[in-house]
């Protein structure tokens, strides 16, 4: 089992940058392909971003294609969000997950459903 915890969310104006962390304990990072989601207030917890074990395929939401990018580093445990060119309506608690089983259609991770660890969420918020 893997505990997992968010940082790095904040207040930052229209087209300003942010760097979200997640750092995992008590299970081998490698073994699980980690994802971030994002809910805003009255609406559904939506996919953000997902990245492989070994960190060299990753996949994006359309709304935020081109302006995140997910990455991580198994020696530190820990997976990043960097986030660009934020929007007002990129605001929301953004969640890290983890998912160890072995998946027969890599899209079913973008669905929160395929993920069985989640951080508490930490939150962004984008003013106009």
């Known amino acids: 089992q893997v505990q997992l915890v968010e940082s790095g969310g904040g207040l930052v104006q229209a087209g300003g940058s942010l760097r979200l962390s997640c750092a995992a304990s008590?299970?081998?990072?490698?073994?699980?392909?980690m994802g971030w989601f994002r809910q805003a207030p009255g609406k559904e917890r939506e996919f953000v971003a997902r990245?492989?074990?070994?960190?060299?395929?990753?996949k994006y939401a359309d709304s935020v294609k081109g302006r995140f990018t997910i990455s991580r580093d198994n020696a530190k445990n820990t997976v990043y969000l960097q986030m660009n060119s934020l929007r007002p309506e990129d605001t929301a608690v953004y969640y890290c997950?983890?998912?160890?089983?072995?998946?027969?259609?890599?899209?079913?991770?973008?669905?929160?459903?395929?993920?069985?660890?989640w951080g508490r969420g930490t939150q962004v918020t984008v003013s106009s």
């Open positions: 997950a983890a998912d160890p089983i072995p998946r027969a259609k890599s899209t079913e991770r973008d669905n929160a459903k395929a993920y069985q660890y």
């Open positions: 008590g299970s081998t990072f490698s073994n699980y392909v």
């Open positions: 990245i492989n074990r070994s960190g060299d395929v990753t």
